[in-house]
Nanobody, 125 residues
């Protein structure tokens, strides 16, 4: 059983920045695709960003492209999401997830195997 723990959420004003971290309990994530997703109240969980196992490939949702950056440090079993120029529309619970079945980027949440408990991000206007 892989445990993923997200940290770094909080309350920030519009235009501000936050950096989310996702620490994994096992080194196997270093050979796997990772993703960040978010879910706002009353909405479905949506894709935010994904990074390949090597870290060389990334993909982003159109709504965050140019503002968010996903990265990983395989030596630390950790994936990051740097979020800049935040808007109230970014308010949601953010989740990280691991997909053990591929090394390439993947945006479908149904393909991911393990999920963290989520961290709340609230952006005030």
């Amino acid at each position: 059983q892989v445990q993923l723990v997200e940290t770094g959420g909080g309350l920030v004003q519009a235009g501000g920045s936050l950096r989310l971290s996702c620490a994994a309990s096992e080194r196997t994530i270093s050979a796997s695709t990772m993703g960040w997703f978010r879910q706002a109240p009353g909405k479905e969980r949506e894709f935010v960003a994904t990074i390949s196992a090597s870290g060389r490939s990334t993909r982003y949702a159109d709504s965050v492209k140019g503002r968010f950056t996903i990265s990983r440090d395989n030596a630390k079993n950790t994936v990051y999401l740097q979020m800049n120029s935040l808007t109230p529309e970014d308010t949601a619970v953010y989740y990280c997830a691991v997909d053990f079945n591929t090394i390439f980027t993947r945006s479908d949440p149904g393909e991911y195997d393990y999920w963290g408990q989520g961290t709340q991000v609230t952006v005030s206007s």
